[in-house]
């Protein structure tokens, strides 16, 4: 019996059927048994039988999935899917099933030896996982371009190594949270790797220049969850019931919502649609403007295109192939004429499209049709979970005065453009934020961080003001390309400032890249344009009226609040005591990002007064929460904390369990961990210090958003068309104006 009724899923896309299907299935049999996959004991135990790998069919994946590709590339892709599902089996059986945590580890270190991105394979392979690699590996990468071969060798290392991941999980019984395991689903799970795969099956890089940009990284992400989520959809019966696996999205739903397995399994498909509906989106606005702005000629274009189209094919492809192998739970699936295990022959995918599209319209709907400026009235704040404390810096009464010279100087305070002025500047305090993340600063580097955090704000506060309002979408990007320009690498030359975010910013660069190494400079720089990009970001969500995807939203969210800017000036504190690379890895990457996250939600549920009823605003979890499921407030607001409460606890589950781990790991000196567990001390007093900061600041306050720094000036970003002043009527007598 089935746990629960598989739903309706959102595909506008038919499938269609590589010719070649035929070719694959016998090719791809003839070299699993070469490779002995099939029926041929390991250490006593045979992964899988002739009927397994019948039955499963990855030809019938492949020839979905890449319903364009010649015969050759079919085959070649073909028994890469082989491969990865019988590395899969193989790691479930002699490394899951036993807990071997020390031997998964030397595993997974040989592999790396068979996929040079460089040279050839010098190593001879020793069992089928890495007889597969050893071949595929010497077919595929030679014939691509240096960028490329980098970006495949970091997907492969990523579903490799984070299986680790998944063990470690198991033997803690440990079910992660919905961030956590959608960010590791990415590596473990396989689909940039698979989207690495398009590329080579269509013929057709990214290139390099783009590779990197946001529209490039969110369609990449977007696939990779689609597949992922619809993946856990139909395996969880056999992951959860039969293997005892815990990583499973409606698993994870069902114990972080606290519901049944059809609401938690219902849950995660309405994210998968939203996923797709995010692609969508990034395919039509976002990624046109970053064809332009890159100069990219006619003939990559066309090439960048037939890799969406690529992935576009994997999702419906990859859809119809899970209706039909063995390996999954289908047997209840629905059609469009909504008949259960209905027709699935070739054509019959078409006639989902219709279905899809009519079941999933409210939720794309919902996204674009919420009502600004709705009365609301102060939010009730939940018991926040906080396990630390911080200190607060002796300078801080010289930091308050300070910020409020410096702010003037700088043309802050001026009353054109008039975003603050000195009461709301010292109502917002943001000396009292940096003395308690920074409580051991002296006075000129809490002057600084202090200056920092009142930039950013004064940023964030300015381009709605001036861009949003007029819908300013050119002139935003054009301040973005001016700021860029204040923060030399390798010389001090800066154009002359023409306001004051331009001013605030060359002297506050000034200050902190003089003792940097350019390295430094380069890293910090770009935390600094990660943040001022996402305003853009969020300028054209603003304008379309859109509410954020929920997974894009708290992604965004960590560069909207700046979180990499202020974690930054610590990393690049602890100088050359560890190494580069190990900022790179999961457990600090999990860190911070969790340490973010918790930041900003905290964030959101102080600032929804301010943003929704004030403003107008879009960009706030607790709206997110309300859109995507179609809750109330309360509700959307407990949802919230309990995320952050998750992402608390596993910053602690990172300290106490995953950064001793590294420790050995990496064979890190007694430096390189002293500075490590320095900068987790740090993170902490940065988490408790933010906590401190909106329990005193007064940006929040109902009393203080009704004040404004001159008569007749509405709230930021607020109405200014005529009859809008009936509307603040109504905002300040607590009465909402239709």
Known sequence: MQPFELPEFYMPYPARLNPNLERAREHSKAWAYEMEMI???????????????DSHDYALLCAYTHPDAMGPELDLVTAWYVWVFYFDDHFLEFFKRTRDMAGARDYLDRLRVFMPVE????????NPVERGLADLWTRTVPARSADWRHRFTDSTRNLLDESLWELSNINERRVANPVEYIEMRRKVGGAPWSANLVEHAVDAEVP???????????????????????????????????EGELSNSVLVFERFLGCGTQDAADAVNDLLTSRLHQFEHTTFTELPPILEEHGIDPKTRAEVLAYVKGLQ?????????????????????QDASGVLGGPTGLGTSAARVVSSLVSTAPQRLRSFTHVPYQVIGPVRHPDFYMPFSTGQSPHLHVSRRHIVEWARRMGMLDPVPGIWDEHKLKAFDFALCSAGIHPD??????????????WGTYGDDY?????????????ATASNKRLSEFMPVESTVVPVPVNALELGLADLWARTAEPMTVSARRTFRHAVEDMIDSWLWELANQMQNRIPDPIDYIEMRRKTFGSDLTMSLSRLAHGQAVPPEIYRTRPIRALENSAADYACLLNDIFSYQKEIQFEGEIHNCVLVVQNFLDCDLKNAVGIVNDLMTSRMRQFEHVVSTELPALFDGFNLDTDARSTLIGYAEELQNWLAGILVWHQGTHRYEESELLYHPAAGVPPFGGPTGLGTSAARIGQLHGIAVS
Not at 40 to 53: K, L, S
Not at 208 to 221: C, F, G, S
Request: with cysteine.
């Open 39 to 53: 029926d041929a004991p390991q250490n006593g135990a045979v992964i899988w039988c002739e009927r397994d790998f």
């Open 119 to 126: 040279g050839a394979i010098i190593e001879t392979p020793i």
């Open 208 to 242: 390099a220049e783009i590779a990197a940009t946001r529209p490039m990284q969110v369609l990449r992400d977007t696939f990779s969850d689609g597949v992922h989520l619809r993946n856990d959809l139909f395996s969880y019966q056999r992951e959860v019931e039969d």
């Open 313 to 333: 094919d994997w999702q419906s492809g990859g859809h119809e192939w899970h209706l039909r192998s063995s390996r999954y739970m289908n047997g209840g699936f």
């Open 441 to 454: 600063a002296t006075p000129d580097q809490l002057n600084l961080t202090t200056g920092w955090l009142t």
């Open 463 to 475: 381009y709605p003001v001036i861009f949003g309002r007029t819908r300013d979408i050119g002139g």
